[in-house]
């Protein structure tokens, strides 16, 4: 295949955790591959894997057995896999310091680039990040975490990707503490700096119907496993796997009416 750019491969991805009565076998086998530019969304329930993907899409975590490529070479160096790849994990609270303004965590996140912008650059950048994600500069100033709620706190970690703009983006339930409106808003504006990075992104989620409308492919998950894969049409409108029966059923009413129409 001539224009494929294959940025992720996962061949045989095995994860196990703890020994003896503690064995468990997180991640049994995951072969899979992610192109270059791609909205790939992992959709399963409850403790079937997601997070532990992601860790090792991130190089937080090594492989059991099998391998995981970016770019044709394995995840060695993490801070030099960070330079193109970022996350936005589920719980925003864990990720920022409760001691230090948010500010200038946002601001400091830079740190993790070899080739940093000039202060002034970093500046902007925060403003319009900030802006993105619908928080005016002014009202931040010298906030700390533990004075705002989980939303907004939310809604800071995807500024800090809107400022750091990464190649791509893995974001575990990234959406999962705000509202459907602010939702709305946030993938919108995903989508734009998608559009305008030719941005990589993978999504976690157990919400089947979100991904139905992000995803360009979406991957079914169901106990460490990929039990389908296909676009938003094929596994939601044509599902062949139970699991993924189930995952539709499990969807809020607004999604699945909407898929429901376009299924008949
Ligand atoms: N660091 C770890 N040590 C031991 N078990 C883990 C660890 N991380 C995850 N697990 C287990 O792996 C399974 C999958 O977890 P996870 O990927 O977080 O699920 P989810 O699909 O909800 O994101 C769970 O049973 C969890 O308890
Ligand atoms: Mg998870």
């Not at 500069?137 to 970690?157: A, I, N, V």
């Not at 094929?234 to 699945?256: F, G, R």
Request: contains cysteine; charged residues 25%.
């Amino acid at each position: 295949m001539p224009n494929k750019n294959v940025i992720f491969e996962a061949k045989d991805l095995v994860k196990e955790f703890g020994h003896g009565k503690t064995h468990n076998v997180v991640l049994k086998g995951l072969n899979f591959e992610i192109e270059d530019g791609e909205i790939v969304t992992i959709v399963g329930g409850s403790a079937c894997g997601k997070s532990v993907v992601a860790k090792h899409l991130l190089g937080f975590m090594q492989p059991t057995k099998g391998e995981l490529f970016y770019k044709g070479k394995k995840i060695t160096n993490q801070r030099d896999h960070w330079q193109t790849v970022q996350p936005i994990f589920q719980d925003p609270f864990s990720a920022f310091n409760q001691f230090f303004s948010i500010r200038s965590q946002l601001e400091d996140s830079f740190k993790v680039l070899y080739k940093r912008p000039s202060r002034a650059e970093i500046k902007e950048r925060v403003d319009a990040a900030l802006l993105a994600v619908n928080v005016m500069p002014s009202d931040l100033k010298e906030k700390f975490p533990f004075e705002l709620s989980g939303g907004q706190m939310q809604r800071m970690l995807l500024a800090r990707i809107f400022a750091l703009k990464p190649q791509v983006l893995i974001a575990d339930e990234a959406t999962s503490m705000v509202d459907a409106c602010v939702r709305a808003n946030i993938l919108d504006y995903l989508m734009k700096l998608k559009k305008e990075l030719n941005m990589t992104i993978v999504f976690i989620t157990h919400d089947i119907g979100l991904a139905y409308y992000v995803s360009d492919r979406i991957f079914v998950m169901h106990d460490g496993g990929i039990v389908e894969h296909g676009t938003p049409d094929e596994v939601a409108l044509h599902p062949k796997s139970n699991h993924t029966i189930q995952l539709l059923e499990d969807i809020p009413d607004i999604h699945k009416d909407w898929i429901k129409r376009k299924r008949a």
